[in-house]
Structure formats: structure tokens, C-alpha cells
T-cell receptor, first 115, second 112 residues
Framework: ETGVTQSPTHLIKTRGQQVTLRCSSQSGHNTVSWYQQALGQGPQFIFQYYREEENGRGNFPPRFSGLQFPNYSSELNVNALELDDSALYLC??????????????FGQGTRLTVV | KQEVTQIPAALSVPEGENLVLNCSFTDSAIYNLQWFRQDPGKGLTSLLLIQSSQREQTSGRLNASLDKSSGRSTLYIAASQPGDSATYLCAVSGNYGQNFVFGPGTRLSVLP
């Protein structure tokens, strides 16, 4: 049991709509990272939050945005959905983003389908 | 820029075989290397974490080694079972502005 939970588990949206995905990090973890995983590929880094501040971002457009709350839970928001946004979205939490405390614990993912 | 590769991309073996999965990374300045297992359509389950100062870690039938200077890690699975069938991903953490950089994974099938 990792303690990282994501909601919802599955979601179907129409192209052009907006979506919000949620992640509850493991107790005591202040770092949350979001990844997009297309079918048959490894996870691609979207962005990372540390103590409510974004401190790293991958090669994703601004319509991918996020938040981290004081309890270190997090949201991923995607605007103007495109068909290529269909993927498994993974959230990971860790004690820190530096040094030996970077061991990551993942949630079960949210499967987003854009039609 | 850190890049992670995994060989082979896919592997099919009969039950009971010992097998080795390989992971390579280009930047040896890492904090940790972590091996994950992923079942189809599911999230990632952490198998082993090797800190940069360590050479190997063991958990049950799994043994992971790390050679930071050569940018390599191997995951050894002893006496494979059909339940080991999954995709195995390695990932490294470091001062990259992101938590982890992942490899593309090795898809393992263990045949009964």
C-alpha cells in the first residue's frame, strides 16, 4: 500500500473540453510529480511541485497546469483537450526532490480518453 | 540531459528461468536509481531503490545492481514465474529539475 491515491480512475472527455485530475500524496511527502504515459511508452515528466511551488516542468504546453495545496495534495488541469492527450496520467510523491529522499511512490493512475 | 535506455525491449522466457534486465543512463550524477513494475493499464509499483552510494539491493527473488561510473544497472530475477509477467521500468533521479527520468521499459512474458 503506497498511500498515493488518484481520482478519478477513468475519464472520457470530448476534444476541446477541460479536465482536472487529482492526487493525494503519501503522508509526510512534500513533493508531487505528474507524468503522462502513452500506450507502450515510458512515463513522460509533466511537472513537479515542492511545498506548493512548481519547481520543474517538462516539455508540455501551458494548457497543462497544476496546483499543490497546503496538505501537499495536487491537481493536474488540462485545457482545450486534444485527441493526443489520451493517456495514463500518473502521480508520484516523495519526501523531497533532492538527494536520497527522492524515492517515488506512485498512484494507480487516471486513464483519460479524449474523443 | 539525462537519457535512460533499457534492453531488451521485450523478453519471453519459460517459467523457472533466471533472467537479467538492463538499464543504461548517460549522466552518472544521480541521486537514486529505482526499478518499477507496471501491470497493463495500472500504476507503477516500486521494486527496488538503489542510492547512488550503494552497489546493489535485494528483495526476495530480485537483485538490482548499480555501476554509476559506467551508467548501468541490472535487474536480476531468479526462478521466474508467470506472475512476474509485466513491464519493468528503471528510472533515475538527479539534479535535473524533475524527480525522475524513465526508460522505455522491458516487457516481460513468463510462459507456464
Amino acid at each position: 500500500e503506497t498511500g498515493v491515491t488518484q481520482s478519478p480512475t477513468h475519464l472520457i472527455k470530448t476534444r476541446g473540453q477541460q479536465v482536472t485530475l487529482r492526487c493525494s500524496s503519501q503522508s509526510g511527502h512534500n513533493t508531487v510529480s505528474w507524468y503522462q504515459q502513452a500506450l507502450g511508452q515510458g512515463p513522460q515528466f509533466i511537472f513537479q511541485y515542492y511545498r506548493e511551488e512548481e519547481n520543474g516542468r517538462g516539455n508540455f504546453p501551458p494548457r497543462f497546469s497544476g496546483l499543490q495545496f497546503p496538505n501537499y495534495s495536487s491537481e493536474l488541469n488540462v485545457n482545450a483537450l486534444e485527441l493526443d492527450d489520451s493517456a495514463l496520467y500518473l502521480c508520484a510523491s516523495s519526501l523531497d526532490y533532492r538527494g536520497s529522499n527522492t524515492e517515488a511512490f506512485f498512484g494507480q493512475g487516471t486513464r483519460l480518453t479524449v474523443v | 540531459k539525462q537519457e535512460v535506455t533499457q534492453i531488451p525491449a521485450a523478453l519471453s522466457v519459460p517459467e523457472g528461468e533466471n533472467l537479467v534486465l538492463n538499464c543504461s543512463f548517460t549522466d552518472s550524477a544521480i541521486y537514486n536509481l529505482q526499478w518499477f513494475r507496471q501491470d497493463p493499464g495500472k500504476g507503477l509499483t516500486s521494486l527496488l531503490l538503489i542510492q547512488s552510494s550503494q552497489r546493489e539491493q535485494t528483495s526476495g527473488r530480485l537483485n538490482a545492481s548499480l555501476d554509476k561510473s559506467s551508467g548501468r544497472s541490472t535487474l536480476y530475477i531468479a526462478a521466474s514465474q508467470p506472475g512476474d509477467s509485466a513491464t519493468y521500468l528503471c528510472a533515475v533521479s538527479g539534479n535535473y529539475g524533475q524527480n525522475f527520468v524513465f526508460g522505455p521499459g522491458t516487457r516481460l512474458s513468463v510462459l507456464p
